[in-house]
T-cell receptor, first 109, second 113 residues
Framework: RKEVEQDPGPFNVPEGATVAFNCTYS??????FFWYRQDCRKEPKLLMS???SGNEDGRFTAQLNRASQYISLLIRDSKLSDSATYLC??????????FGKGTRLSVIA | DVKVTQSSRYLVKRTGEKVFLECVQD?????MFWYRQDPGLGLRLIYF???????EKGDIPEGYSVSREKKERFSLILESASTNQTSMYLC????????????FGDGTRLSIL
């Protein structure tokens, strides 16, 4: 099983839709989880951390399911500007973060 | 706000040349990383450093070396550039706690001809 797995997409959704991505991880000892956003030909940027109890930042909600070893990102009321690749990131103890290959989202007018 | 600066946005070099990519950060972060990113392969870790003069191999160190003489600067060196090293190179930094997120520079798009 790969360390971090994501559906590559693309997810094509209309403006205003709600879309959710899941990401599974293999190391049950992982303690830190993040979602990054990467625009085409740009660097990844931290979108939000994922906390055990789940957390929300405006239209974005992140959740963690330790029992099933997955994290999720929910985007409500999608905007055209949300079009990007979303990277799931997990730590594995005292070593560098592990990045998923990303899920591509296209929001269509 | 964390500022991670990579020396060049675009770079074109020839096969066999020795290539230096520089990364400088202004937030006093202990950890620094070099990645390359290729279509369909995601981010791949080349080397990282948790302290000055310290370096660790990542997943794909072959053909590369690094230097960390000062805390704020982490250099990636392509000893003898080859065409398969054409890629987007990304530098990142983070605080010493391994649970902290990483912050990336703008990237260097390197072409080896």
């Amino acid at each position: 099983r790969k360390e971090v797995e994501q559906d590559p997409g693309p997810f094509n959704v209309p403006e205003g839709a709600t879309v959710a991505f899941n990401c599974t991880y293999s190391n049950s000892a992982s303690q830190s989880f993040f979602w990054y956003r990467q625009d085409c030909r740009k660097e990844p940027k931290l979108l939000m951390s994922v906390y055990s109890s789940g957390n929300e930042d405006g239209r974005f909600t992140a959740q963690l399911n330790r029992a099933s070893q997955y994290i999720s990102l929910l985007i409500r009321d999608s905007k055209l500007s949300d079009s990007a690749t979303y990277l799931c990131v997990v730590n594995k103890g005292n070593t560098p973060l592990v990045f998923g290959k990303g899920t591509r989202l296209s929001v269509i007018a | 706000d964390v500022k991670v600066t990579q020396s060049s946005r675009y770079l074109v070099k020839r096969t066999g040349e020795k290539v230096f990519l520089e990364c400088v950060q202004d937030m006093d972060h202990e950890n620094m990383f070099w990645y390359r990113q290729d279509p369909g392969l995601g981010l791949r870790l080349i080397y990282f450093s948790y302290d000055v003069k310290m370096k660790e191999k990542g997943d794909i160190p072959e053909g590369y070396s690094v230097s960390r003489e000062k805390k704020e600067r982490f250099s990636l060196i392509l000893e003898s550039a080859s065409t398969n090293q054409t890629s987007m190179y990304l530098c990142a930094t983070s605080q010493s706690n391994s649970n902290q997120p990483q912050h990336f520079g703008d990237g260097t798009r390197l072409s080896i001809l």
